[in-house]
């Protein structure tokens, strides 16, 4: 059925002559205003536009204002939705959980065959404070702004999802973040954390162990842990509103210990001994040639963890033939005042051990 408007020109069906809507009497019915200026009530059935191209445009663009707006709100929604799906909350009470801090995941969507597949690429903040972060991955010609936003504490954000061919793309960068409490009586300082993860980690089975946070087996890179981003005592003595400042006796720079490189929480740190973990490039090494290296790396990293208050050292050696296994074990003989024990399996499966330094266990 024709629908009209009051002030549309329209012309009578079965006979000559027309006039002006002037009024909508009911759903059926009009009142129109013919040209000797008379009104008469006439059914719409009986009438058809006298200028439909006039009457129709503005009611055309009306229509197409409406889809328009129609598709803006739903791209709104689903970009809104889209930002919600990459966003999540974490496993804070899982078994074995990661330390509090900062973490880069590749988290594999294919769990059964971690070394092929999809790989989505997580941010984790597990500490109680809100997060205000900027990931930066590294170029030829400098850093390129790969995401940022807010984090909700114990929360975690899929970046972006990668195939196997983008890993490279995503071995390098800096991440940059502060933390925001709703109160605390301890300081924070800003994190900073370039990372470097090698390309072949990615396709090595031993990389990916079970994260108690993710749930899910993942290469998990340690940004920093809430511990390490605890200020110093000046900074707390700051906040006393001291009317007396002394200016603080700076300590003489100490060189960061080797086995610092490998620390994942207080005392503790996880080492890889796996010979690609160690060394660039393998060509035209024997395999005696890299068992040396990688039991020299075990001796080294054990006195310095000795000499640095460790009190717990995990080494993955791998499983392979057990010839590096055992000659750990053997050389911890001669180690005063250290246990071994296999590590956890959850995490490291049967290929990795746990040394225990009691002399400088808390």
């Known amino acids: 059925m024709l ?6 020109k329209v012309k009578f069906l079965n006979e000559l002559g027309g006039g002006t809507v002037k009024k909508l009497m009911d759903s059926r019915m009009v009142m129109i205003e013919i040209e000797d200026g008379f009104d008469i009530p006439v059914l719409m059935s009986e009438l058809v536009l006298a200028n439909p191209e006039l009457v129709s445009q503005p009611k055309r663009t009306a229509h197409i204002n ?23 909350k974490l496993r804070r009470f899982g078994k074995n959980p990661e330390a509090e ?25 597990h500490t109680p404070a809100e997060l205000l972060y900027s990931v930066g991955l590294k170029t030829e010609t400098g850093l390129i702004n790969a995401d940022f936003g807010q984090m909700e504490p114990y929360s975690r954000i899929n970046i972006e999802t990668i195939s196997r061919n983008d890993i490279n793309a995503w071995c390098e960068g800096i991440v940059q973040a502060i933390l925001v409490f709703d109160q605390s009586a301890e300081v924070y300082h800003p994190l900073f954390s370039p990372f470097d993860v090698k390309p072949n980690r990615f396709y090595k089975e031993g990389s990916y162990v079970m994260s108690g946070i993710l749930g899910d087996k993942a290469l998990m890179v340690c940004l920093q842990t809430l511990v390490a981003l605890k200020s110093a005592g000046n900074y707390k003595q700051s906040l006393e509103f001291q009317t007396e400042t002394t200016e603080p006796v700076r300590a003489v720079a100490k060189e960061k210990a080797l086995i610092d490189k490998h620390r994942k929480e207080q005392g503790e740190a996880v080492i890889d001994l796996h010979i690609g973990e160690l060394v660039d490039n393998i060509s035209g090494l024997t395999s005696h040639d890299m068992f040396k290296i990688q039991f020299d790396y075990f001796e080294k990293t054990l006195h310095s963890a000795m000499a640095n208050d460790y009190s717990k050292v995990t080494y993955i050696h791998g499983v392979g033939n057990g010839v590096l296994k055992n000659a750990i074990v053997k050389a911890l003989e001669s180690f005063e005042g250290t246990e071994n024990r296999m590590a956890a399996m959850a995490k490291f499966g049967v290929g990795a051990i746990d040394v225990i330094i009691k002399s400088n266990e808390k």
């Open 3 to 8: 629908r009209l408007n009051v002030g549309d």
């Open 66 to 88: 409406n889809i328009q707006k129609e598709l803006q709100q739903k791209a709104e929604q689903e970009a809104h939705e889209e930002d919600q799906a990459r966003k999540g």
């Open 101 to 125: 801090g900062i973490y880069l995941a590749f988290l594999p969507h294919e769990q059964q065959w971690i070394l092929t597949g999809l790989l989505d690429v997580i941010l984790v903040n």
